[in-house]
């Protein structure tokens, strides 16, 4: 299932051992890219008044992340993460909760690394939105991938995968109970049968949720399978064909320190470069559009995903 290539490994190994950013260089590129993310992640509450739009997840746990790791952020943090839960937990004009619209939203608010909190409406608030990702579970396993997420330019049963991937990743990290064990009893089972995808963030999932339930083969495997799709500038595409960008870059940076792999690691510092170096003048990166239409341009949302995960990918991979 896992097809290795030991040779294109070891170009690629050998072509990034001389990339070597420094902690300060890696610091500041972070901090940069932070009032990006606010500035235009605070845009979309004001303006767009949506969480349903799987970017307000991404800014939250962005923040968080560089929050906890020393980093300046704004005071109106706290703030921000509660209007996408009250958001999310409410009822839309159709009635329905809003968060089953945008389940992909709700696990990247569980994800975020702010799982310490005790505080117990947090606690309650967290009950609430594992609840929602129990719901619409699919006979076969899966979930459907929510809003936009079908229109993109890979097969939509991957999109599918995916998000299905990411749902369980979230409910195993919150904890199996009598509700949620039968679903993902299920859920384990689809993605167990799961054909291996074309974007690097299929792969990227799948090693988070192989480090998650603890399947240390296919850990194993899919490591080697991230770093044969490294590209020798160090980085990663979205789609593994495409040319390296930060949504790929972060995506498969931040799973491969999550597996283990040490920060030291010539295809870490690799990845790390690569942002460092590419990162624009405003703080952001480049990116093309994930939807099939819009694939041969950089698009404002595809920026912002790339912009988050960049800045995720950094801070967890910083020298501990």
Not at 236 to 249: E, K, P, V
Request: glycine residues 8%; neutral net charge; contains cysteine.
């Amino acid at each position: 299932m896992f097809a290795f290539s030991s040779i294109l490994l070891t170009l690629s190994i050998g072509a990034l051992s001389d990339a070597q950013p420094t902690t300060v260089q890696i610091r500041e590129t972070v901090q940069r890219g932070i009032p990006y993310i606010e500035e235009k992640g605070l845009w979309w509450i004001e303006e767009k008044k949506c969480v349903t739009c799987h970017r307000g997840g991404n800014m939250i746990w962005s923040l968080q992340a560089a929050k906890q790791s020393g980093f300046t952020v704004s005071e109106r943090l706290a703030e921000w993460k509660q209007w996408s839960i009250d958001k999310t937990l409410a009822n839309n004009d159709k009635g329905k909760i809003t968060g089953l619209g945008n389940k992909e939203g709700v696990v990247q608010l569980l994800l975020s690394p702010d799982r310490a909190d005790t505080d117990a409406a947090q606690v309650e608030a967290r009950k609430k939105l594992a609840a929602i990702l129990l719901e619409e579970q699919r006979p076969d396993g899966s979930w459907k991938a929510g809003g936009q997420l079908p229109f993109q330019k890979r097969p939509a049963a991957e999109t599918d995968a995916v998000s299905t991937m990411w749902l369980t990743l979230a409910l195993l990290a919150e904890g199996k109970n009598e509700a949620s064990t039968p679903v993902l009893t299920r859920a384990m089972k689809y993605i167990e049968a799961c054909s291996p995808g074309k974007s690097v963030e299929w792969y990227a999932v799948r090693l988070l949720l192989a480090v998650q339930s603890g399947e240390t083969e296919v850990r194993d495997q899919l490591v080697k399978q991230l770093r044969n799709q490294q590209h020798p500038d160090g980085g990663w595409g979205w789609m593994i064909a495409d040319d390296s960008d930060a949504l790929g870059t972060g995506l498969a940076l931040y799973a491969l320190v999550s597996a283990g792999v040490d920060r030291n690691d010539p295809a870490i510092k690799g990845a790390q470069q690569f942002l460092v170096s590419t990162q624009r003048d405003d703080g952001s990166w480049p990116v093309r559009g994930t939807k099939e239409k819009k694939k041969a341009s950089v698009q404002e949302t595809a920026v912002y995903w790339g912009t988050t995960w960049a800045v995720i990918g950094l801070v967890e991979s910083l020298p501990r």
